[in-house]
């Protein structure tokens, strides 16, 4: 059984462009969670999913940030025209009956 | 409201005990967890405790949960090296499902 996959590890975006983050949970795993952590900080909750719902998005900003997690395939996070402040490593973590794990984290630099 | 206090740094010398503490806000949480993070990497779940219990024991790892005081400690017994990481302190409840994490304690191993 894979643990949470999480793919690219790392992701250069220039200024103004758009950074999409993979998330793929593991087996048996219905409920997904995506995570912020800035450096030197601890890690913000940004937004939980279920199959083709949105259950909480109270961490998420309002703007140029979007989650989804599909009947088929991996979650994805998807930040629009990226800004330098959103250099962060991104954990996506999934959860079955209150036991959460987390993948590896995707480092996303904005030059 | 929700939140998770804990020291941000923690030095101790190999061969001795660790003794991380941590402090919540909210009496309705229902699990309580342990996070470690090496360097460049995601978080691994230590040990998690549920709130009606006081006391958990995993080979070195020893967690107290004073529910009265809000009042989480994580004690690594016989300090190494590899123990060198950030420590999560973190806490949901249950129907929520929604993990609140501290900002980490960074524990450092003296020689």
């Known amino acids: 059984n894979a643990g949470v996959m999480q793919n690219p590890r790392h992701l250069v975006r220039r200024r103004g462009q758009e950074a999409r983050l993979r998330c793929s949970p593991m087996k048996g795993h219905s409920h997904v969670y995506w995570y912020r952590q800035l450096p030197e900080e601890g890690l913000k909750f940004m937004v939980y999913l279920q199959k083709e719902n949105i259950i909480d998005e109270s961490g998420m900003p309002k703007e140029r940030f979007s989650a989804e997690f599909p009947k088929e395939g991996p979650s994805i996070l998807r930040i629009q025209q990226v800004v330098r402040g959103d250099s962060a490593a991104y954990f996506c973590a999934s959860s079955r009956q209150g036991e959460a794990f987390f993948g590896q984290g995707t480092r996303l630099t904005v030059v | 409201g929700e939140d998770v206090e804990q020291s941000l740094f923690l030095s101790v010398r190999e061969g001795d005990s660790s003794v991380i503490n941590c402090t919540y806000t909210?009496?309705?949480?229902?699990?309580l967890y342990w996070y470690k993070q090496e360097p460049g990497a995601g978080l691994q779940l230590l040990t998690y405790i549920f709130s009606n219990m006081d006391m958990k024991q995993d080979q070195r790892l020893t967690v107290l949960l004073n529910k009265k005081d809000k009042h989480l400690s994580l004690r690594i017994a016989d300090t190494q090296t590899g123990d060198s990481a950030i420590y999560f302190c973190a806490e949901s409840r249950w129907g929520d499902d929604k993990i609140i994490f501290g900002k980490g304690t960074r524990l450092h191993i003296l020689p």
């Open positions: 909210d009496s309705s949480s229902t699990y």
